[in-house]
Every structure is written in structure tokens, then in C-alpha cells.
């Protein structure tokens, strides 16, 4: 049953060191203010799960929150490298990385079967490919009619997801549009689900067969206006590309990154603050 | 009337979007795909459909996408289905008939890494990793390559293999068991390579104008062969780059975008 | 790639004798209107998928055009017993039906495994039940993670699917809404896919993450007002209630069937016609 | 104050529904169990979800529907996704609290038949079959089961094991690896029955009014015991059947409704 409470209460009541955390988005509601809360409190020792660690795992990778990171696909999009996301692989800082790496198509899949309370998924995929070499949880499996051999992964059931929406009811009813991605998947795989949100409604007002996330799957509801900035809210906000090609600078030297955590996350209170704070920072470049 | 100037990554793009048939339907990446995919559109297959993996399926963006997951790209959609349906139903349920993919590293029988330079378990460079390509590479119909042509990225040996094009070439890949006919066509900012029958080994089938024999293999890191009838790539037409260049132009404005927001 | 025609084109080119063929909809709309045409062109030895039959192959398993049925709930929804089915069942009338049942957890997922071209679907089902026993095809797989014992089943790949939907536009894509059922699985899952509408309109104007099915995963497009008639299209007509109930007694009776279906549908020369006769059937049983 | 009069079939309903406790997430079968889930959403059980199988979820319809894919379910829904979403993450995936069935047939273990009456190769009687009953019994947390009592209903050997309830009693279904506690309650126009601890065998826990032992045994194939405790049924309340009453006469206006289309 959802209860409404702030993001701060809300980590700090399901996220406990050392569990297993989606913060998943497909590029759109990608729930950053979540993200930032976490490195705010201090959270340690996470295993990550994420499709595309995006510049959200970068800065909780680069702050040290995390110990694993299980993923598909870990660039900047349209940029280039994850820099706080190499040097952790690359040279375990600040500290080392254990990675999961799977395929786009079998950590959806992944997702799919976690949602659906299976242990693994099916899957054509990696054939000829080096990744199931790296990854020893990527097997085999003989179809029990036709004989032919297909791919096996375990699904994925992490302890919390945490992912962000444009509208939520009194109750807690959720709604999202626009990409999807596997929020849905992920919210359900999860034993604990937290969802930020652009706007509490007295009526949702859904399309019909729109993706709906009714109260009682969901933990905790909160109120983080932008709080997927820099990503976007299809109907709110559009993507804040600048910012993501501004973090190729920020993260890529240890220190600026450093400076920036401090700056916007750590000495911000939530991240209302962080917006004041990062509207500012953007003004000084500007009039650079 | 003079020919237009353009610059190698324009011939690459424009070669690159000609390939595409009208009415293929397309899954397409993000960068150089996206770029070409688009152009395709907007020139001679206006009926070509781009599914991107974030979940749009039919995306007709009026500026190209920086992320593979735009609001431009759900707006101007047929339908947007969520992740997973868009690999389980349309990529591996066999309705692709065009993947269009980047490399980081190729080989001559057109495998690909995107994963790592160097050793897996210490690398030199940390890539971006798979993303769809291993299973675009395995259940789309054919798989159109885009990479620009160094040293560095057509080697002789890949560090990792992410994606197989034809595996050790032959008929090695049929062998495998993988579905599709595997990639039919490399574009690269100096000329364009298919593979040769029977052994399927990357030859040179076109080379851009102005580019000569002597540096594409110089940008080879495996002996290349050319093919016997190779001839010169068709320059871009004054409509084709207009419509590249109005794309960049407008991208680039939307790139900017949320610095004012 | 969509072609617009008539009903009785489409059936003619995409439907032989001894295809396996489902026309889908649960509950909602039902492509009564094609089921219609396959009696009216007398198609024989049809091996149909449906996970509930309903009346509409009722109506084709008593008219004759069925050698094996694939189903998962076989009854007259909230009336009782699809006579029909049963008397093909019990007596092999009029033909012998070979029956290939699932439940609709299995019949579901076999027709997701179907659309993800996977020979098998993998779910928790049947766990003491008599149907594995009388079933051959429904088995067992072990995870390959945890050695957990689950069921595996076959896909459904029919030769050619129908469905019935509210609109499409001049290329033939297509949208539906309200209950959708397994209909997109069922068209993905095909070979070939006849979709019958309400209307033809010039823009779709599905909702963000609507159910919409692209002109070229479509074979035909027909035109059919009223097509799911006594079923329902959500938006457009309810549920014929009285019809299904009325269905009790017109084919409880092998001769009354087949008077009715001699009348209703041979006699008839598209659903246009059927409407208009079915309309004073009403009428005569309402003066009596 | 007179005690209202009522049909067993209406006492049957209430006692239905009064098992069903508010914000409970139930997954309902047409017929008897939808009509108690209804009447327990109407009465005392105001936030209880409903899930239909045909694709609504947090269905509340003013009418009953005849169907289960009425317009009526899909209208008053939160949302409705695909069949196969409603099996695979809702059901299988574990978020339904109480699965409520009817059936044909039912034995002493609270195992049910809705498949074959006779031989399954060359039946008797051919019944609409499975459904979703086989996992929905095995998947949610619970399951109430409404069924008419009679010699032919409450049978010693079912003829077919459509799904299951507590297989050969006592530990029986937990050692088969089935989820869920299985049926907690079995509800009749005659009696309610709970399983009876260690052996879960049915046996009766309370009788409606006016019912005797005697009655009940006849109409039961096997020797039925009565717990130790078993006393009376409420007698349903005025307003429990002024509710229902209105359900099923707004029902019977909906369903005639189509003649006049």
C-alpha cells in the first residue's frame, strides 16, 4: 500500500547498505532526484542494476556508492564514455566494480521474468559472442520439444526499484506515458517499489491500456517536481542535453567531479535546492 | 554545374542511407544509424520505419535524437511499446528486416566489439558494452555496419567479440545456427566493403571519390582485397547533403536546447 | 504490408482448407464476422486456436469447418454450454474434433512465445492436475540456476490469425482499446494476419502507448461495421447479451442449428446481410 | 424487527463475500464469484481490487457483468492490460491475494473438476474445461470456492483433477511444490466448509440457518464431518440483500439490453 512521504523518508525507511537497487528509465524519467538522494545519505556497498548506468549510476558510482553494477549498456548517449563509470572499472575508483554484464535484449527479458516471479528467461541471443565467456550466468537451455538450444539467464528480483512518473493519485495510482522502458517490469521484480512523481491528482485520468501502477504494488510515493532532470518528462520538461554533454567535462577529472558532488548534492538539502543550485551553475557558464 | 563540396563523414552517411530500401523496416542505433536511418527517410524511403529500442516504433523526428530515447522519437511515433516487447516481439520475433550498428573494432569478417580494448577482466578502455547489438547482429534480416575506417578500428583481431557478423567466415555463421544474413554492407568514411562469396571476407566495393587504394589500406590493420569490378562511390547529390545538412543544423539547435530550460 | 479489401477476398486468398487458424478476442471483440465467412465459404478441416471458443466456433465447429480445436475454456460465458463443441466432443458430430486443451495461463503464454518466436513458453502451472496427464504436450523444464522443476509448453504459430478491431487508418495500421486480450500476440504469432475494423479514418489518434498494430504486419484489412456482432466493440456497440442467451436454445437442437445457420449465414451474403435477417429473427422472436 | 426472508442461493452469496476482507486483491471467476466479490465490494469490502482474467484490474462495475470481458469491467477499471499481462505479472507473479472459483465437481480435499464428467477420451458430460482455475489455485495466497451442494457436485472421486486444493491432504500440497495456503474456505447454499487441521479435509464450520446435519450428509458423497465447534450461519442482513438484490436486478436489465441494440 503506498504511502505518501518525502524521497528523503522514503530512502531512508527501504534503502538499507549493501542491498540490490533498479533505478531504471529508459533515457526518459530517469529519476535522478533518487539518485542524488542516495549519495546524499551516504549509501554504501550497492548492487546496481540498470540498463543503461546513464550519467545517474556515473555520480553514484564516482561518489562511492556502489560495489557492483549489473548492465547493458554504459555510455553517455550521444557523448561518448561514463568517465566515473570507466575509472571504476579501469582503476577501482574510489573503489572497485564488480560488473554483470548482459545484453539490451537479455536484461529486458531479465526484467520480464522477474516481473513474472520466474527464475530465468529465454532468449535467442549472444550467439557467437565473447559475453557469455565473461559472464557465467549466461547459459544454455534445450527446448523440450524441438531440441533446439537457446539462451538461459537468471531474472532479476533486486530488493528495491525506485523509478519516477508523471502523475500519481491520492492514492498513490501511478501513471506513466511516453518510453516506458521496463519501469514496469522493474517496479514489479522489486520487494519494494518507490516512485517519485511530477504531480499528486485527485484523478489520473488514464488513456485506456495506458501503463498504470496501481497503489498496492507501490511502497512509497513522493512529490519531486523535475525530479528527472536532466533527464526529461514527456509532457513536462524536455531533455536537458546541454547538461549531458557538460558532464563529459565534470566527470571526467576526479576532482571537478568531486567538487561538482560536493557542491550540488552533498552541501544541497533535496533536490528542490539542487535545481537552485544547478540553475546557477549554469548561469556562470553561460557567461563564461 | 559544379560538384558540391562535402566532407568524408557526409559520403559515409549518405552512402550509408542509401542502402536502405524504402518500406524496410529498420532498428536502429543511436549516432551515425540514427543519422543515416533519417536521411534515408527524408531522401528516397520516405516509407522506411525506424524502431529505436527504447520502445518507438515508426519514429519520424523531425531533428535527430541525442539519446535513443527522445521525446522527439516517442512523439512522432506509430506506437511506443515498452523494452522488452520491442526485443521480444519485433526484434527476435523476426519483423526487422534492416539492424543498422556502430563499432568501436571490426574484423574482416565483420564481427564487432563494442565491449573493451584490452583484456575483459582489466581493460585499457571500458566501451559502452552490447546494448542490442548482439541480438540486432543475430535476428534482424540483414545488419548494416557504420564505422569510420582506422587502424585502430578494422584489426586484424578483435580484443572482444560483442556482435558476430560471420563469425570465421564461410559458412560458419549459417553453421552456428544464427538466423539472418548477417551484415551485407560496411560503410565507412572511405569506401565501402561487402562481403565476398564464398569465403564472406570484407572486400572493397566501392571507394568514395578521392580516396585511393593506398589509404584505405593504410587504414586496414588485415591485408584487404579489393573487389574486381571495384569501382567509385556515387558523391552525394546537392539534395541529399541539403537535407543532411538541414538535419545537423536542426539537431544541433535541439542539442542546445536545455541549456536555456 | 496491409492491402484494404472485402472480407470475403481476404478469406478466399489467406484461407485453405487444412490451415491452423484463431480468430481472437476474449470476450471483446470477436471476430464474429470472419467466422461467419469461413461457414458461408464452407472452409473444411480447420485446425482453430481460440482460447475460448465462444460462439464463434461453436458455430464453426457444428457447421463443419473444424478437424482439431486448441482451447483453454470451453462454455457460453455466464449461460452454460456451447452445445455445438460439446456434441462434437461427446458424439463426433458433425465431424470428430480433436481437442488440444491448456489452460489460460498456458494458452497465453504460448501465444506470447508465439509473437517472441520462441518454440516454448515456460510458466508455473498445472501442479497436480489431470491435464499433463491427457495432454502430451504440456511438460516439465528445470532451471538451469536453481533446478527448480516448472512447466513448458508449446508455442502458438497458426497459419493465419484474425481479429477484429475499432479503427485503421488509409495504410492500415490499426488500433484497438479496452480489453485487447491476446489479439497483438495472436497477430504477431502468424503467418498471416486478417484484420477486420468499425471504420477506416484518416488519423489513428491512438493515445500514448496504445495497442496499435502497423500496416505491415497486417496482411488485409477489411472494413466490417458491426464485425463482432454479438460480441462488442468498446465505443462503438454492447454486448448482444440476449443473443448469447438465445444461443442456448438455437443450438442445443442439431436440426435448429443448422436451420439457423442455413438461414443466418449460407443463405446470407455478407455480415451486412446477416445483420439485417439476424434483426428480424429479433423482432419475430420479441412479437411472439 | 422480522428477520428478512432470503433463498440459500442468496445465503450462499453473502457468506461468499463476508470472506472477503477490505483491500483484499482478488482475482474472480464469472458467475458466483464475481457476483460475492461484488456484493463484498458494495457492502463492507469497499477498496478490495478485482482482477478479471480477461485483462481489467481494479474493476468496479454497477451491474453484474454476463461475461468476463464485459465493456462494464473495462470502463470502471484502474487499467486493463493484455490476458497474458493479467497471468504472468499479476497472477504468477504473485500479487493476488484470494483466487475465488466455482466448479463441477469438488472432493474432500477441496480438489475441483471443471473439466470432464466420465472418461476425458469419451465424456458423459463435456464441461468448458480449465480456465483459469489451475493457476490461479496454485498461485494465489488463497482460495474461497462457492459451489451447490449436491451428491453429483460433493463427490467422493472427482472424474477429473482440473486443479488442485489440498491434493491427498495434509502436507500433500506443500510437498508438491504448490504456492499458496489453497482453498480456506469452501462455500454452499448449505453450509460453509474449512479444512480441518493436520489431515485438511473438509469439514463443516458453520450451517446456514434452517439447514440440518442431515440434509448436508445427503447431499454429500463422501462422510462429511462437522467440527467440534460448527454453530449457525449469520443470517444475511437487510442491507447485504437489498445490495444484491439491486446488483442482480440492474444485471438482468443489462443483459436483455442487447435486443433492443
Redesign the interface.
Known amino acids: 500500500m503506498a504511502q505518501w512521504m518525502t524521497l528523503s523518508d522514503a530512502i531512508t525507511a527501504f534503502v538499507q547498505d549493501g542491498i540490490s537497487i533498479a533505478l531504471e528509465g529508459?533515457?526518459?524519467l530517469i529519476p535522478f532526484a533518487a539518485g542524488h538522494e542516495l549519495i546524499r545519505q551516504g549509501k554504501r556497498d550497492l548492487s546496481l542494476v540498470r540498463?543503461t548506468p546513464d550519467l545517474i549510476y556515473d555520480q553514484m558510482i564516482g561518489a562511492g556508492c556502489a560495489s557492483s553494477l549489473m548492465?547493458?549498456?554504459?555510455?553517455n548517449?550521444?557523448?561518448g564514455?561514463?568517465h566515473r563509470?570507466?575509472d571504476a572499472?579501469?582503476h577501482g575508483w574510489p573503489t572497485p566494480l564488480v560488473i554483470n554484464?548482459?545484453?539490451?535484449?537479455?536484461l529486458?527479458?531479465a526484467?520480464?521474468a522477474g516481473a513474472a516471479h520466474l527464475p530465468f528467461a529465454v532468449?535467442?541471443?549472444?550467439?557467437?559472442?565473447?559475453?557469455p565467456r565473461?559472464n557465467p550466468q549466461i547459459r544454455t537451455i534445450a527446448c523440450p520439444f524441438t531440441g533446439e538450444?537457446l539462451t538461459a539467464t537468471p531474472a532479476v528480483r533486486p530488493d528495491v526499484t525506485i523509478i519516477h512518473a508523471q502523475k500519481a493519485d491520492r492514492k498513490g495510482n501511478v501513471l506513466l506515458w511516453?518510453?516506458?522502458?521496463?519501469q514496469?517490469?522493474a517496479v514489479l521484480a522489486a520487494k519494494h517499489a518507490i516512485v517519485t512523481v511530477e504531480e499528486q491528482v485527485d484523478r489520473l485520468d488514464a488513456p485506456p491500456n495506458a501503463?498504470v501502477l496501481p497503489h498496492w504494488v507501490i511502497d512509497a510515493v513522493c512529490l519531486v517536481p523535475r525530479g528527472a532532470t536532466?533527464s526529461?518528462a514527456?509532457g513536462y520538461?524536455?531533455?536537458?542535453?546541454?547538461?549531458?554533454?557538460r558532464w563529459d567535462d565534470i566527470s571526467r577529472d576526479r576532482a571537478t567531479f568531486r567538487a561538482w558532488v560536493q557542491e550540488h548534492i552533498l552541501n544541497t538539502a533535496d533536490f528542490g535546492d539542487y535545481l537552485r543550485v544547478a540553475a546557477e551553475s549554469?548561469r556562470q557558464v553561460?557567461s563564461r | 554545374m559544379s560538384l558540391p563540396e562535402y566532407t568524408s563523414d557526409e559520403m559515409m552517411t549518405v552512402s550509408a542511407a542509401r542502402m536502405l530500401r524504402n518500406?524496410a523496416?529498420c532498428f536502429v542505433g543511436?549516432?551515425l544509424p540514427s543519422t543515416a536511418a533519417n536521411l534515408a527517410r527524408l531522401t528516397h524511403a520516405p516509407d522506411v520505419?525506424l524502431i529505436y529500442?527504447?520502445?518507438?516504433?515508426?519514429a519520424k523526428p523531425s531533428h535527430l535524437?541525442?539519446?535513443?530515447?527522445?521525446?522527439e522519437?516517442?512523439?512522432t511515433a506509430?506506437?511506443?511499446?515498452?523494452?522488452?516487447e520491442?526485443?521480444?516481439?519485433w526484434?527476435?520475433?523476426?519483423?526487422v528486416d534492416v539492424g543498422f550498428l556502430g563499432a568501436a573494432q571490426i574484423d574482416r569478417y565483420a564481427?564487432i566489439n563494442t565491449?573493451v580494448i584490452g583484456d575483459?577482466?582489466?581493460?585499457?578502455?571500458?566501451?559502452?558494452?552490447?546494448?542490442?547489438?548482439?541480438?540486432i547482429s543475430?535476428?534482424a534480416k540483414e545488419v548494416l555496419l557504420i564505422v569510420r575506417q582506422t587502424l585502430q578500428t578494422f584489426v586484424e583481431k578483435l580484443d572482444?567479440?560483442?556482435?558476430?557478423g560471420f563469425?570465421s567466415g564461410g559458412d560458419s555463421?549459417r553453421a552456428?545456427?544464427?538466423?539472418g544474413d548477417g551484415p551485407t554492407a560496411v560503410i565507412t568514411d572511405l569506401c565501402i566493403l561487402q562481403p565476398r562469396l564464398p569465403d564472406r571476407e570484407l572486400v572493397v566495393t566501392t571507394m568514395h571519390p578521392g580516396i585511393s587504394r593506398e589509404r584505405i589500406a593504410r587504414s586496414t590493420s588485415w591485408d584487404l582485397h579489393f573487389a574486381e569490378d571495384c569501382g567509385e562511390t556515387t558523391p552525394p547529390t546537392e539534395h541529399e547533403l541539403e537535407v543532411l545538412r538541414r538535419l545537423h543544423c536542426e539537431s544541433a539547435a535541439?542539442?542546445?536546447?536545455?541549456?536555456g530550460?
Chains 1, 3 share one sequence.
Open positions: 529508459f533515457t526518459h540498463m548492465f547493458s549498456w554504459g555510455g548517449p550521444g557523448v564514455s561514463l563509470f570507466r572499472v579501469e554484464e548482459r545484453s539490451h535484449s537479455d529486458s527479458n526484467w520480464v532468449l535467442r541471443g549472444y550467439t557467437g559472442s565473447d559475453l565473461v538450444e511516453g518510453i516506458i522502458g521496463v514496469k517490469e501503463c536532466p526529461y514527456h520538461y524536455t531533455r536537458d542535453n546541454a547538461f549531458y554533454r549554469k553561460a | 518500406g523496416v543511436i549516432g520505419v529500442e527504447s520502445g518507438p516504433i515508426g535524437p541525442l539519446s535513443i530515447g527522445d521525446s522519437l516517442a512523439e506509430d506506437t511506443v511499446v515498452s523494452t522488452p520491442v526485443f521480444r516481439y526484434l527476435q520475433g523476426g519483423r564481427n565491449t575483459y577482466g582489466s581493460p585499457t578502455v571500458r566501451l559502452p558494452g552490447a546494448g542490442g547489438a548482439p541480438e543475430s535476428n572482444f567479440v560483442t556482435s558476430v563469425l555463421r552456428a545456427g544464427i538466423r535541439a542539442y542546445a536546447a536545455g541549456d530550460a
